[in-house]
């Protein structure tokens, strides 16, 4: 096994060096436990569920945005460079501060259900290839990893590809009224959404769902543009 030279950012541009003895299947959140338990207790970072389902453990591993529990290190090279994701505001060390930004998203797409009819009381069973098309867009794990690799979602209006996957998620949702997903449609057909998107394709390239969000960007846009002909044609 290597002796693994690791770099560990701890803001103002100031870094810690540690050397770890690698192991086997060691993940880059393990190699973080390790430098904790063993060698600097103040280093700070974020983890939850450690199985890439939460997002927390998102950072810049030499450079590029990914999850810490889902790397291993066999995949690096012996010298690690660790920094927090750029574009959230810097909470210490590796942690950043994702919550505002998707608590704003959620908020500013309602991403909830503004049913068309009362609850009827009973089971409404929702056609497979609906659910299916739901599940897919609700893959996405408020990383942020495809907000701070997009330069569009950092330094535009451009929501992300994230934010996008949410507001398609609830207009393909049948129970949503037509009023909001009319809201929808107007945002995602805006900057702010799927003409926001530049085309840089760093979301799909990093996004650790493995979600193909350039495909389905290009996809939803002429969805949209049916939807659009289709309510023009109506008046
Ligand atoms: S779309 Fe992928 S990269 Fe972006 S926040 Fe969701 S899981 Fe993370
Ligand atoms: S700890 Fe939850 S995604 Fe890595």
Redesign the pocket.
Known sequence: MRELKVKIARGNKNFSEFSVQEKPRMSVLLLLDEILETQDSSIYYESVCRSSIC?SCAVKINGQPKLACKTQTSSLPENITLEPLDFFPLIKDLATDKSRFFLELNRKLETWIHPSKPFSGKDEIMPEEVSAKLYERER????????SACPAASFTNFM???GT?KALRFLDDPRNSKEAQEKLIAVLASDEGLWGCHGVGA?EN????E?P?TRQLAESRREIIKLILRDWFKK
């Open positions: 997002g996405c794990i408020e990383c942020g990893i495809c907000v992300s590809a994230s996957q979301c990093f996004c650790p769902k979600i969000l």
